[in-house]
C-alpha cells in the first residue's frame, strides 16, 4: 500500500495533551516526518526520525511510532499550534513518497 | 542558512506546459546530501509528493504523473525544474519546491521549502 492515513480533524483544550496519529503499511519499514502547515504559509519540518525535532521546533512536540502507526504528540498544547499537520513517509516501494491527507488541529 | 524560491509563470492555458524553476541559495545543489522535490497542494487541499532530482540527475517522480513531469537540474546556476505536460484544471496548486536530505536512513523528510508559487490552469 502506499497511502498515510490521518483523521481530518481533532481539537484539544488549551495547555493539554493532544495526539495525531499516521497509518499506512509502510510505516513497519520507515519512519514518518511530520510537518505543521498554517494558513497561507508552506509547511514546516516539526518532527523527522524516530523523534527528531528542527532547531527552532518547541520540545512540547514528539513523536513515536507502533507498528504501522506513527504519532505526533504535542503536550501542552498552545494556541499557536493551531494548524494543519501532515505526516509523510517513503511508500512500501521504497521509491516514492506518499503524504497524509492532514489532520486539521483546533486548539479550544 | 538554505533559501529556496519558486519561479515561473501564474497562470497557464490548458493543455500547454506548466514550467519552474527553483533557486536555491546559502547552499550548494551540487551535493551528494540532498535530493531537491517539487510537491504541490491544490487549493484547499493536501499536499502531494511530485518527484526529486539528485545533483547527478537521477530523478524519482510520483507514478501518477511520471508520464507528464520532467525534473531537471542545472548545477552551474544552482537551479533545479519542474516540468508538467498537457495540464489541466487539476494541476491547479501552490508548487513548492522543497530539499531533503539523501542519507538518513528510513527517513524522508523535507527541511526546507520555498514559499510556494500559486499557478493556475485556466484559459
Known amino acids: 500500500s502506499s497511502e498515510l492515513t490521518q483523521d481530518p480533524a481533532v481539537s484539544v483544550a488549551l495547555g493539554q495533551t493532544v495526539r495525531i496519529t499516521c497509518q499506512g503499511d509502510s510505516l513497519r519499514r520507515y519512519y514518518a516526518s511530520w510537518y505543521q502547515q498554517k494558513p497561507g504559509q508552506a509547511p514546516i519540518l516539526a518532527i523527522y526520525g524516530e523523534n527528531n525535532r528542527p532547531s527552532g521546533i518547541p520540545d512540547r512536540f514528539s513523536g513515536s511510532s507502533s507498528g504501522n502507526t506513527a504519532s505526533l504528540t504535542i503536550t501542552g498544547a498552545q494556541a499557536e499550534d493551531e494548524a494543519d499537520y501532515y505526516c509523510n513517509s517513503r511508500d512500501t516501494s521504497g521509491n516514492h513518497v506518499v503524504f497524509g491527507g492532514g489532520t486539521k488541529l483546533t486548539v479550544l | 542558512q538554505v533559501q529556496l524560491q519558486e519561479s515561473g509563470p501564474g497562470l497557464v492555458k490548458p493543455s500547454q506546459t506548466l514550467s519552474l524553476t527553483c533557486t536555491v541559495s546559502g547552499g550548494s545543489i551540487n551535493s551528494g546530501d540532498y535530493y531537491w522535490t517539487w510537491i504541490r497542494q491544490p487549493p484547499g487541499k493536501g499536499l502531494e509528493w511530485i518527484g526529486y532530482i539528485y545533483y547527478s540527475g537521477s530523478t524519482y517522480s510520483t507514478p501518477s504523473l511520471r508520464s507528464r513531469v520532467t525534473i531537471s537540474v542545472d548545477t552551474s546556476k544552482n537551479q533545479f525544474s519542474l516540468t508538467l505536460t498537457s495540464v489541466t484544471a487539476a494541476d491547479t496548486a501552490v508548487y513548492y519546491c522543497?530539499?531533503?536530505?539523501?542519507?538518513?536512513?528510513?527517513?524522508?523528510?523535507?527541511?526546507?521549502w520555498g514559499q510556494g508559487t500559486l499557478v493556475t490552469v485556466s484559459s
Open positions: 522543497a530539499r531533503t536530505p539523501a542519507r538518513v536512513r528510513g527517513v524522508i523528510a523535507f527541511d526546507y
